[in-house]
């Protein structure tokens, strides 16, 4: 099985910096695209950034400019690099892994448990 398992979350003063690991791990062949995806209460789970296994990214609108996604292929690892939080950022986050096991050959979805960000005015 796979597991990704996420760290960095926590409160912070608006204005303030964070960032967000995500390792995966497992009987993992191959990873493609990695990203972060955010729910606040009430709220849809809506893309914060992803990055490919060539290193292109895509962003939110509401966060561009703000927030840097990265990732280390060898640690197989994804980082979300939170700058100028604001309220608004509020959310537990996820990450996300399209990647392809030893034992299925062909690309699946998997989800992290979710981190809590609070960001306070």
């Known amino acids: 099985q796979v597991q990704l398992v996420e760290s960095g979350g926590g409160l912070v003063q608006a204005g303030g910096s964070l960032r967000l690991s995500c390792a995966a791990s497992g009987n993992i062949l191959h990873i493609n695209t990695m990203g972060w995806y955010r729910q606040a209460p009430g709220k849809q789970r809506d893309l914060v950034a992803s990055?490919?296994?060539?290193?292109?990214?895509n962003y939110a609108d509401s966060v561009k400019g703000r927030f840097t996604i990265s990732r280390d292929n060898a640690k197989n690892t994804v980082y979300l690099q939170m700058n100028s939080l604001k309220p608004d950022d509020t959310a537990v986050y996820y990450c996300n892994a399209l990647l392809i096991t030893t034992s299925l050959l062909r690309s699946v979805d998997y989800w992290g448990q979710g981190t809590q960000v609070t960001v306070s005015s």
């Open positions: 990055i490919t296994g060539g290193g292109s990214t």
